[in-house]
């Protein structure tokens, strides 16, 4: 969650292009989360094209998956009631991490093979919902906050495939 609110908050003042973020960001649901995190997101408004866009935002989907599944593992450590969930929590995002590894290795070839990879990651989230949802303790909440992160992130790298015809 501080690697995204660092990412957010960064001041964009004095960030050169931004038509590929433009441009990308036509084709993401939430417009307003996509521009405000790709404009904030220094190697985002340095892209000299669609693609290297799309990589960047598929290796912020990477490395954002990555630190939420490490909280997983920790919360596994600290919470002994909670251990088998979060266990679960750290494995699905291990999943997020693969599917994404996989769409960046497509996406130049295929950006439509890369899309459904991307896309396989919402079920992921979705059942992380399902997971921690129900719980009320605030390590099961700061779990969810991260998922509802994830699949912004998601929304966006699945708005970077459909961008380069995926």
């Known amino acids: 969650m501080a690697v995204l609110s660092e990412i957010l908050f960064i001041s964009s003042s004095g960030l050169t292009s931004t038509k590929y973020i433009d441009a990308l960001c036509q084709h993401v649901e939430n417009g307003t989360f996509c521009m405000h995190m790709l404009r904030a997101y220094p190697p985002a408004v340095t892209a000299t094209d669609l693609f290297s866009l799309a990589n960047i935002v598929i290796n912020l989907g990477i490395s954002y998956a990555n630190n939420t599944g490490a909280f ?81 992130i998601i929304d966006v790298a699945l708005g970077a495939t459909v961008a380069l015809g995926g």
Do not use: W
Not at 108 to 123: G, L, V
């Open 72 to 152: 997983a593992a920790e919360a596994a450590k600290k919470e002994p009631t909670l251990k088998v969930q979060f266990k679960s929590f750290q494995h699905e995002y291990d999943g997020v991490q693969l599917y994404l590894r996989m769409a960046r290795g497509e996406l130049k070839e295929s950006p439509m093979s890369a899309n459904y990879d991307i896309f396989r990651c919402t079920d992921i989230t979705m059942y992380l919902k399902d997971v921690v949802g129900g719980n009320r303790d605030n390590t099961s909440k700061t779990s969810m906050d991260m998922t509802l992160q994830m699949e912004n």
